[in-house]
């Protein structure tokens, strides 16, 4: 499963908002909530957000094993 908890204290880290993702990246409020929720995102969205905050993609997301 991939998690996005890693973006979240990234933008915090950084003084950046959800807000700010909209607005100066281009990032839509659907997306945000697909980003909350760990759903599925393109990448370029990703693309967008290392882009932006500067950062690699471990400051955006990290994988975590399903347990079946």
């Not at 659907?30 to 980003?35: A, E, F, G, P, Q």
């Not at 990703?46 to 997301?61: E, F, I, M, R, Y």
């Amino acid at each position: 499963m991939i998690v996005f908890d890693p973006l979240w204290e990234t933008l915090k880290r950084t003084g950046k908002s959800t807000y700010w993702l909209r607005e100066t990246c281009g990032i839509d409020s659907k997306t945000i909530r697909r980003l909350k929720a760990n759903e599925n995102v393109e990448t370029k969205t990703l693309d967008k957000l290392c882009t932006a905050l500067d950062c690699d993609l471990s400051d955006v997301l990290f994988y975590r094993k399903d347990e079946a």
